[in-house]
């Protein structure tokens, strides 16, 4: 009888994955993606349209980028949807990923206390994180190798800060919804993808105490890719669905299908494949 890996059965207990069926057919495609792509709702949204229009079962599970980066070096995925470009040119690079292509984009932005203790509002990103150690005021960290946290590694590098020591630097070390969560009850800063971020908003409501404090800044941009697994590192690999998944994501219709996916009026992913 077939078993899901260790990994995937934690998974699905952790409620991270789509395990409806115990079964992995010919037909079905094993994904590696980021939380936000699922917490945003994205997949929901498109995972029908996309069975509707190829014929094809895709499964997935959704973590942290760096998690699902080693889970294809495991074998354990057939494709993946990631964002965090350093890492992926890396895996490409040692042989771990083929055909890596740009699907869509969003930002980051950071939230922080409605009243904004540190006072950062309209300030850039470098000194905004300044202020916030400064201040005090407190950040919470995804702290888990995911795209959003290696993203935030990378502007506190750029603002020549190390965050690591300071007592009100909180690591989560978990998903994007549980940071945002764990910001809100420390009344803290966080760095958050826009797409998870409206949709926490919209489920918080007028009980968000968070809110966008700094945006618009051009190290905040949030760059989507789509990976197949290197079928010469893993032979088992669904090399040709696979190709038709990623054929499919670049393909107009579904780029259209990325750009009309709204939540409250809002746009939360923006489509950008051969660009």
């Given amino acids: 009888m077939f078993r899901l890996p260790r990994f995937l059965l934690l998974a699905c207990a952790a409620g991270?994955?789509?395990c409806a069926a115990p079964v992995l057919a010919a037909d079905t495609l094993m994904m590696a993606t980021t939380t936000s792509t699922?917490?945003?709702g994205l997949l929901?949204?498109?995972?029908?349209?996309?069975?509707?229009?190829?014929?094809?079962?895709?499964?997935?599970?959704?973590?942290?980028?760096?998690?699902a980066l080693e889970i294809a070096k495991n074998c354990d995925a057939d494709v993946l949807l990631v964002h965090a470009p350093s890492a992926e040119l890396e895996f490409v690079k040692a042989g771990h990923g083929v055909d890596r292509r740009q699907v869509m984009y969003n930002d980051f932005?950071?939230?922080?206390?409605?009243?904004?203790p540190a006072g950062v509002k309209r300030q850039t990103t470098a000194e905004a994180l300044k202020r916030i150690l400064?201040?005090?005021?407190?950040?919470?960290?995804?702290?888990?190798?995911?795209?959003?946290?290696?993203?935030?590694?990378?502007?506190w590098q750029q603002s020549n800060i190390v965050p690591d020591k300071d007592p009100k630097y909180f690591s989560?070390?978990?998903?994007?919804?549980?940071?945002l969560n764990m910001a809100a009850e420390k009344q803290a800063y966080a760095l958050t993808d826009r797409g998870t971020w409206i949709?926490?908003?919209?489920?918080?409501?007028?009980?968000?105490?968070?809110?966008?404090?700094v945006e618009g800044d051009k190290a905040l941009f949030n760059q989507y890719s789509v990976i197949t697994v290197n079928p010469a590192q893993?032979?088992?690999?669904?090399?040709?669905?696979?190709?038709?998944?990623e054929d499919w994501w670049v393909a107009p219709a579904t780029q259209q299908k990325i750009a009309g996916y709204m939540l409250k009026g809002k746009q939360l992913f923006f489509p950008n494949a051969n660009k």
């Fill in 16 to 18: 991270y994955m789509a």
């Fill in 38 to 40: 699922q917490d945003s």
């Fill in 44 to 67: 929901e949204y498109l995972e029908p349209v996309f069975k509707q229009e190829t014929g094809i079962e895709l499964k997935w599970v959704a973590v942290g980028t760096g998690k």
């Fill in 109 to 116: 932005v950071i939230v922080g206390p409605v009243a904004d």
């Fill in 134 to 155: 400064d201040t005090k005021a407190g950040f919470v960290s995804r702290g888990d190798q995911s795209g959003t946290h290696k993203a935030e590694q990378k502007l």
């Fill in 172 to 179: 989560a070390g978990q998903g994007m919804i549980s940071t």
């Fill in 199 to 213: 949709t926490f908003a919209d489920k918080m409501g007028d009980k968000n105490p968070l809110a966008i404090v």
């Fill in 234 to 245: 893993c032979p088992k690999v669904k090399t040709d669905l696979a190709r038709k998944f």
